[in-house]
Every structure is written in C-alpha cells, then in structure tokens.
C-alpha cells in the first residue's frame, strides 16, 4: 500500500512564527503536492515538485515555500505565519505520467496524506 | 482558478434511500475523477471518466461523465452509513498536466 505521511495532525502556532510541516511517501513516487483545503473552497494547490530539487508554483504559493532535498520528502514552510494560513494542509504524491505508443497520457493517481491541522494564533 | 461547482453542499439522507450528487464546470474537462474524504482522511480516488456519455458502476456508486464533458453525476444506490464523506470531483487541465482543479464538495450523511 502506499503511505503519505504528515509529521503532524495538529498545530498551533502564533503569528510571526516560522512554520514546517513535513510530508514523506515510501513509494517512491517522483511528483509530491501540497494543497490547501477550506471550507467552501475545495483543494487548492500550493506547490508541486516533479523532481528532487524542483518546485513549480500552483495556485495559491504567496506566503509558503516548499523544499524537496530528498525524492522521499517534502516540506512546506510558512515564513512568517499569519492568520488567513489557519486551515488543512494535505499532502500528495504521484507517479510520473506514461505516455503511451498510441501518443496518449496515462495520469496517475494522487495519493493522499491524512492531512495537518493548521490553527495560527 | 475555476472552481468546480458541486451541488448540493451538504446532503444528509436515511440509510436505504438514494441520492444524487453533481458536478458542473462551464469549460470541458479532458478528464473527472471523484474522490471520497472521510474525517480525519485524505481524500482517496474512487474513479476516473474520460470519454463523454462514459458511465462507471463501482458497486452501490454509478458515475456518468456528460456527453458535453462539461458535467457530471454520482449516484448512490441504498446508501449506508460507511458512504458518509465528502464526495469531491476533480478536473485535470485540458491540455493534459499533473495539476488538478478540485470542485467544491458535497458532504453526505448517512443516517443509520
């Protein structure tokens, strides 16, 4: 089975504080995700990475970095904590898409984590 | 980014009855997946439809894409108290790439 997993399923910080929330998958898959999910909202993407060392920007990245040193891991940091980054942060990972003979895409599917609780004072 | 608008928002139902769920978005999508989130959970994949008019049956759960790809509909037969969640759909870009576009979500209760 594959397994997400989020260092934490709650916390609280105050505003101002630097933030890490840490995601890591043994399935060796190359693409992680971070998203947002707020009520009414949906998931929103943060940030991807196809690669060790690589990040693209999704939707919503103001305010959040990301790191991927190792293939394994994945980290989302808030610099500098403020309220509106109160929410569920979720994690993902992914296989590589497979082209196929016939020039089609196969996407695979996104795995994800149980989730972090985000709660900033 | 669009979202995907997901009716109704909230359902709460009897355990045995049936009940229908819907997704509509005003540009095609390339293809639509439906996840299922539990409390606590991560959402996890429950289908994938890709070709318009395409139905999918996944035991009590039948999926249509609409033939427009514009649109699509989940339906569950006798719910049970294990289908309690919340049902997402999720678009890929029309041009094909990793990023997803997550609709708005109904949260269903089932009530034993």
């Known amino acids: 089975d594959v397994k997400v997993t989020q260092s934490s399923r709650y916390l609280v910080k105050r505003t101002g504080e630097k933030v890490f929330l840490e995601c890591v998958q043994d399935m060796d898959h190359e693409n992680m995700f971070w998203y947002r999910q707020d009520p009414g909202l949906g998931l929103r993407l943060i940030y991807f990475s196809y690669d060790v060392k690589m990040k693209e920007k999704g939707d919503i990245p103001e305010g959040y970095s990301v790191s991927r040193e190792k293939k394994e891991r994945f980290s989302l940091i808030l610099e500098s904590a403020s309220t509106n980054q109160t929410s569920m942060y979720l994690c993902?990972?992914?296989?590589?898409?497979?082209?196929?003979?016939?020039?089609?895409?196969?996407?695979?599917?996104?795995?994800f984590g149980p989730g972090t609780r985000l709660t900033v004072l | 980014t669009q979202l995907l608008e997901q009716s109704p928002q909230f359902l709460s139902i009897q355990e045995g009855e049936n009940l229908t769920v819907y997704c509509n978005s005003s540009s095609v999508f390339s293809s639509l997946q439906w996840y299922r989130q539990e409390p606590g959970e991560g959402p996890v994949l429950l289908v994938t439809v890709v070709t318009g008019g395409e139905v999918k049956k996944l035991k009590r759960l039948t999926f249509q894409f609409g033939d427009a790809r514009k649109d699509s509909s989940l339906h569950i037969t006798a719910a049970q108290p294990g289908d309690t969640g919340l049902y997402l759909c999720?678009?890929?870009?029309?041009?094909?790439?990793?990023?997803?576009?997550f609709g708005t979500g109904t949260r269903l209760t089932i009530i034993p």
């Open positions: 993902a990972s992914s296989l590589s898409p497979v082209k196929t003979s016939g020039r089609a895409t196969i996407y695979n599917e996104q795995f």
């Open positions: 999720v678009k890929r870009g029309n041009f094909g790439n990793e990023k997803l576009t």
